[in-house]
């Protein structure tokens, strides 16, 4: 049982749409991080949340934490290509706050 | 600065075989973990410090052993390598904990026969 739930685990769209790519827990969290993994690469942290609510934009990407730090949101506008990547979440629990916990990881492939 | 790197990049193992996975940070890092990544499963943690002479267990620390003795290096000894730990290892370190950055090593991809 996975105890950060990731969907959709694949998505392949068209270059221009908007996706979201969301992270469930029944577990609250002190922050929760999205990472982007290349092939034959470690994953590179993209953001990093820690309060209730909390909305970050980075260009086209925006990265929500739900009120209740159980859940998070991943929303790409007009997606592009370079977007292609495996996304992953990635949560500290309140409790045993030394340890990251991750989703399984969205595949995402923008087709050009 | 290097960041965080590991050695060897690829390894295959005979059942039974052991071997260590080198993993070091130039980065005064005090936070150094042990990932394995396996397909739909994302990346469980296997071991972790929080600096040197500190360890602790993950979520799948069975078949794995580690020790801390400088800051820099943080090696993942397999004792006797099984089937079931074919997987790609990435080694991680931080400045402090999880609410910092993760930088991540380009991984050690291992295949046990």
């Known amino acids: 049982t996975q105890l950060l739930e990731q969907s959709p685990q694949f998505l392949s769209i068209q270059e221009g749409e908007n996706l979201t790519v969301y992270c469930n827990s029944s577990?609250?969290?002190?922050?929760l991080q999205w990472y982007r993994q290349e092939p034959g690469e470690g994953p590179v942290l993209l953001v990093t949340?820690?309060?209730?609510?909390e909305v970050k934009k980075l260009k086209r990407l925006t990265f929500q934490f739900g009120d209740a730090r159980k859940d998070s949101s991943l929303h790409i506008t007009a997606a592009q290509p370079g977007d292609t990547g495996l996304y992953l979440c990635a949560g500290a629990l309140i409790q045993g706050a030394q340890k990251l916990v991750f989703g399984q990881g969205t595949r995402l492939t923008i087709n050009p | 600065n290097a960041g965080v790197t590991q050695t060897p990049k690829f390894q295959v193992l005979k059942t039974g075989q052991s071997m260590t996975l080198q993993c070091a940070q130039d980065m005064n890092h005090e936070y150094m973990s042990w990932y394995r990544q396996d397909p739909g499963m994302g990346l469980r943690l296997i071991h972790y410090?929080?600096?040197?002479?500190?360890?602790d267990q993950g979520e799948v620390p069975n078949g794995y052993n580690v020790s801390r003795s400088t800051t820099e290096d943080f090696p993942l000894r397999l004792l006797s390598a099984a089937p079931s730990q074919t997987s790609v290892y990435f080694c991680?370190?931080?400045?402090?904990?999880?609410?910092?950055?993760?930088?991540f090593g380009p991984g050690t991809r291992l295949l046990v026969l």
């Open positions: 991680a370190s931080s400045k402090g904990l999880v609410f910092e950055t993760q930088y």
């Open positions: 410090s929080v600096g040197a002479g500190i360890t």
């Open positions: 949340v820690v309060t209730g609510g």
């Open positions: 577990s609250v969290f002190s922050s």
